[in-house]
């Protein structure tokens, strides 16, 4: 099984251009069900959940290819059964988006629940609230959703959390859906916008995304589009923490920055300079940075996504941090690892409470998902000596080529196995 060796020590230096979104990517290849014909999607990132999407979208009888380095094709004409299987769904949760296209556009689908992950139990009940305020049945059947309806009509969804991929499953169900549905305490991430933008150009209407309050009216039939997916945010903000960790000078490019303004924020307040362009951001480090205050929260809040990654840059500053998790149950198996590598942390209910160190020695870690591996590479980055992280088929599923992006910093980086 593959793993990353990480010698630390090199301050890393340079420009790095930001991959396209992954979880933009996986809602749009979603919403190209909706239309019987061909879809473009291109800056795809090259990533394991994007080929088991692919996989998922062919096992339904679509066509789903990569018909360039960045860019797949998806033809929902040829779609044969609206079923789709848990051992693919189980592969990738972003797969139960497939649920909306599928039932707005045949009335029927079923679609195996995703159940939980190691960052927590991830109910979907939200997800089936809003689908069957569109006058969907939806029952459980030995572990599968199965939604049927003869006739779905608009409705109004007040969703009782802010969810990302519950919004967008019934934003897409509610597209080709007659009359007006309303989605209230609708999630506002860019992921969101994205997909609202692209549904609008495959000819529907949708309002106000981007806001907590979304109105959609649904249209007869959707066609296909041509679109380049918006870069990755996460990996934007990752590729700063691994400059700034090392007290070094690194610019990402190819991201829209008005995406990762919390993010930028919190190492703004640590002490990085940064230069924020529309499309590129540069953080330069001063010889020493600060203890931070961070509670993860949707979109505008700090992401949850960059939990693991700012805690492991808090873990080399001097002071005490407070990273507090509130988007997930089960967010913090990265800090045992980090612990492994003589960080000072210690954890009180959903509070992580960060003391920094000199220095962080490098030690043998386990990655038990895709941010607590990229929370663990930012901190070997600054670590003593090697660091191997194993199990990196979770950094596969998010992150493009990270050891060649690193190395291309000056990281000393390698991959094993
Ligand atoms: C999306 O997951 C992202 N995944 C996650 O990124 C991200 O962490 C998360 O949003 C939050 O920003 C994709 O877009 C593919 P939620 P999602 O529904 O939509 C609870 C990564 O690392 N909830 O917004 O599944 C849920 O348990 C991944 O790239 C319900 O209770 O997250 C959580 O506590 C990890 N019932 C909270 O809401 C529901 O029906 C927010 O989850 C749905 C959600």
Redo the contacts with the bound molecule.
Sequence with gaps: MDRIVVRGGACLRGEVAASGS??SA??LMCAALLAPGESVLRNVPRLR?IDAMCELLRALGARADWTGEHEITIDGATISSPEAPYELVRK???SF?VLGPLLARFGTARVSEPGG?A???????????GLRALGAKVRLDHGVVEATSDELRGGRVAF?????????NVMMAAVLTPGETVLENA?R?P?VMELAEVLNRMGADVRGAGGDRITIRGVETLRGIEHSVSGDR?EAGTLLCTGLVTRGDVTVTAIDTSTLESTLDKLASMGAELTIEPERVRAESPPTLREVEAVTA??PGF???MQAQLMALACTVEGSSVITER???NRFMHVPELQRMGADISLAGRAAHVRGVARLSGAPVMAT???ASAGLIVAALAAEGDTTVNRVYHID??YERIEEKLRGLGAEIRREG
């Design positions: 992954k979880n996986l809602a959940d990738m949760r972003a988006m992950c960052i927590g139990v991830r109910p979907i009940d939200q997800h089936l609230k009782d959390m802010c969810t990302v991929n519950g919004t967008q999630a991430e992921e996460i949707p979109f992401p949850t996504d988007v997930f149950e998902d895709l941010r599923r998010g």
